[in-house]
């Protein structure tokens, strides 16, 4: 049964809190870190967001999220370039060790053209991460997610990706709700162990059927996910860091904030 | 522009019509083809159903569907094989080229064996197959189907499972919907081509973001796959049969269905 020490959670797992309320509930609960969503950032400003961050005392593995990089026009490219090098600001001055990136798709852009233009974009974008020691980690989606959010959908796509900049800046999230289906996830973890790309794992579950498309993630243990076997994957491959959780679910965003903080440490240290 | 007598209609894109009314309503449209799903049987009994087929003059690409193999108990498992033997019957009365297999997945069995039990499955049930002269097609299904619809999610899962049995009767039915994101499509293709396995092509199109999961698919030309392209592929690749119409929506289920297929007559000359 792991720690609530050795998880963080994403702050869009309690979509109504703000980053205040989260840190406090995370920390008094006992979990060991914070992952930060920008959109609790934005209301009250890098600068008051980083001193929350910094009081709680909670390690900080991510700033949630960069990428997006495809575009059709140059000047949507290069405003997603000027974005993510903010990301990284933000990331560095709250002590995140990553930022998570979705890296984009667009409806009506072929998928080849879409991860030519992701790879351009972290070309540009890496050397601006390294410089601020902020590492960026591709999160590959969901097939369900390759219209409109991210034309990197598997392991091996952001491991290709990442072979093509091989920086040390440069890896993978691993999030068990987009890849729990994948053949190919065992070895190619095991690749991202060898290939020191393992940056970060992320956990919930999958509901069978979804009833929606993006928000509904139920906890650890009420899916068909075996967390557990991917646990033991990724830390055979040498990863150290936090399990990060991060659910999105309107029908738990609906209820009790504190009382759902309670059944997520449950879930987790039951499932994970 | 294709000629729609180049396409057949699965029987399910007009969910509240009967057998007779979607073979006199394709054929008075001038498609080629139905594929039949046996919901449409089963009220009927097969040999109406037959008169009923052959009467129309259509082709008939596909019985829909056979497969669900995997249970965690082998009564289970039994019950599956005889009711793909009954599904070959069918398939042979009706006068059908072929088998639509969605090869199954159970809710807590591990997908590596839940796979194991599809080629077990897939090997007991192919001789019955060859006898009867219909070819058994695996359609990989979507990953966001894995928990509980297909443990095949990829052509080149389904391109291994074939390649496990090496029968002539085994091959794979391409479904635009479920593969499209898929960065080695067009090379599956080519060696689906190369392996003659390419047994059907069926198509639709991917809503971003659909609002449901199963029954929110589009008409061809409405969402953000490049159909045109991959029909080229497939053609490319020797394909010759009937292009398949499958479109599961809510949407159109509720309108009036004879506007709705001029629709999908009109999106498919334009779209496919």
Redo the contacts between chains.
Sequence with gaps: MPELSTAAVHTMTNKSWSLQQCCDAYATAGFGGVSVWRNVIEPIGITEASKIVRASGLKVPALVRGGFFPAFESTLRQAALDDNQRCIDEAAEIGAEMVVLVVGAV??M???EA?KQVNEGLSNVIDYAAKNKIKLAIEPL???????RSCI?RMQ?ARHACEAIASPWLGIAVDVYHV????DLEAEIALAGEQKTLFGFHVCD?R????D??NDRVLMGA??I?IKHIRACVERAGFEGLNEIEIFSNEKWATDQEDYLKDIAKAYQQHV
Tied chains: 1, 2.
């Design positions: 409806v009506g072929p998928l080849a991860r969901h097939p369900m997610y390759a219209a409109d959908n796509e729990w289906w994948d053949p999958w069978p059927t979804p009833r498309l993006l899916g068909c075996d």
